[in-house]
């Protein structure tokens, strides 16, 4: 579908701060509404920062009215919404997860498939992969180590996807093999591939930034910088992807 823009939101967590980490998350997004998209994605854990420890006290439901601020901008400006935070599942355990906030839609999740081994020991991994409408686009979700799983990449565009939106955490020593799958990803299924990225520390770890965007060729189209905030936005016209950054 042509007219369609997407964002991919950077920026620096304070760990455990939820209401900090709300407020750059609406500055994000109203920047996102400026740029007329349609859709945002944030970073792993991005409401908490990669914060394991805290994963549990800070855990959210859908229904949550720490997200009421999401649904309200999702509602008022049309656009779809998907936050990281550490999600309650059915089964009563925590997932590493990513709230959907669709215009005018009950809020939905998805729990990351595939865990570290650390991540193990505290999360519950989700069930399966999720795909969904948004804007004439299918839209497949991933969280980090589910793209080192070619399968998982197998199974969305096997359910349609045309985007695969990730949410990650990337260090320097990680960029150029992770990235490399998300590019092969991109080519091997004709999907645009959208990558979010932290800059700075995190749960102990030093993000890179460098939030991406690559094409159904597998070609890097917009690129973020390394210790910058801001969005990576896709715009589709006439068939074509294009990008630009937007520094906040």
């Not at 991933?142 to 990650?168: F, Q, V």
């Not at 770890?205 to 159904?216: E, P």
Request: glycine residues 12%; contains cysteine.
């Amino acid at each position: 579908m042509d007219g369609f823009t997407l964002a991919v939101a950077q920026f620096r967590p304070v760990a455990g701060d939820v209401g900090w980490n709300t407020r750059r998350h609406v500055r994000l997004i109203k920047r996102a509404i400026e740029a007329n998209a349609k859709m945002i994605i944030f970073p792993e854990l991005s409401l908490t920062g990669y914060e394991l420890e805290l994963a549990e006290k800070l855990a959210f439901s859908a229904d949550d009215v720490r997200l009421d601020i999401f649904r309200e901008l999702a509602d008022q400006f049309g656009i779809t919404i998907i936050v990281g935070a550490p999600v309650w599942q059915q089964s009563g355990k925590v997932g590493i997860g990513l709230l959907i906030f669709r215009p005018n839609c009950a809020t939905s999740t998805y729990c990351k498939m595939h865990l570290h081994a650390g991540e193990a020991e505290i999360f519950a991994q989700g069930e399966e992969e999720l795909v969904f409408d948004c804007g004439g686009e299918s839209i497949g979700l991933a969280i980090c180590a589910d793209t080192a799983n070619s399968e998982h990449a197998a199974n969305i565009a096997g359910k349609g996807a045309t985007i695969y939106l990730c949410s990650m955490l990337i260090t320097a020593n990680g960029y150029a093999e992770d990235t490399q799958l998300l590019s092969e990803y991109a080519r091997q299924y004709n999907m645009l591939v959208a990558m979010a990225n932290y800059y700075g520390e995190t749960g102990g770890w030093s993000a890179i930034g460098q939030s991406g965007i690559w094409n159904g060729t597998g070609a890097l189209i917009g690129q973020a910088g390394i210790e910058t905030e801001g969005l990576v936005v896709g715009v589709k016209k006439n068939g074509v992807w294009h990008a630009e950054t937007i520094e906040c």
